[in-house]
């Protein structure tokens, strides 16, 4: 299994997997990550690859010490979805 990654250079958390890649873009504002927009590739839509970037993104922001705020509508689902990863949200 890929790991998320942090692609700075397009202000991006990216997880690829089936040689395609799924994204969550994002800003850094302090310690927070902003986050507005979450996608994966259709071919990739309905295999958990969206919830494991998602994990891979909270992994990050512990790691990180950094909180989150999800803007995008997908990401605000996800973390109510799963109360256990909250402990990130700002």
């Not at 690829?16 to 990739?44: C, D, K, M, S």
């Not at 790691?63 to 799963?82: D, M």
Request: some cysteine; hydrophobic content about 40%.
């Amino acid at each position: 299994m890929s790991a998320v990654t942090d692609n700075a250079k397009l202000f991006r958390f990216e997880l690829i997997e089936e040689g395609q890649t799924a994204f969550a873009n994002y800003r850094r504002n302090g310690a927070e990550i902003v986050i507005p927009h979450v996608e994966a590739p259709p071919r990739l839509r309905g295999k958990g690859t969206a919830d494991r970037l998602m994990r891979g993104v909270v992994e990050i922001a512990r790691r990180e010490r950094l909180t989150v705020v999800p803007l995008c509508s997908y990401a605000a689902t996800w973390f109510r979805r799963h109360r256990d990863q909250q402990d990130v949200l700002r």
